[in-house]
Nanobody
Framework: QVQLVESGGGLVQPGGSLRLSCAAS????????MGWYRQAPGKQCELVAAITNGGRTYYADYVKGRFTIRRDNAKNTVYLQMNSLKPEDTAVYYC?????????WGHGTRVTVSS
């Protein structure tokens, strides 16, 4: 069974940075696309960024130029570097495959952007 464990969230001021990590319990080498998702209070879960095994990336418009997704297959880990954070980035961030597999949802990591 695949387990995905997110970490790296926290409280940060607007304009600050955080790096999220997603550690998988199995090799992600065979998983073509991994993604970071987020769910803000009262809103639906949305895809923030994704990366394929070939390094192709996708970013939601509202994070382009600020967030960078990276995967390290040797470490079975996917990262999300978040810069220039805004209050509207406040959410619980999850990683999953793309498309998602419901059985893979973890507990997420909470990001709060506030002064």
């Amino acid at each position: 069974q695949v387990q995905l464990v997110e970490s790296g969230g926290g409280l940060v001021q607007p304009g600050g940075s955080l790096r999220l990590s997603c550690a998988a319990s199995v090799s992600i080498f065979s998983i073509n696309a991994m993604g970071w998702y987020r769910q803000a209070p009262g809103k639906q879960c949305e895809l923030v960024a994704a990366i394929t095994n070939g390094g192709r990336t996708y970013y939601a418009d509202y994070v382009k130029g600020r967030f960078t997704i990276r995967r390290d297959n040797a470490k079975n880990t996917v990262y999300l570097q978040m810069n220039s954070l805004k209050p509207e980035d406040t959410a619980v961030y999850y990683c999953n495959t793309r498309p998602v597999r419901n059985a893979y949802w973890g507990h997420g990591t909470r990001v709060t952007v506030s002064s």
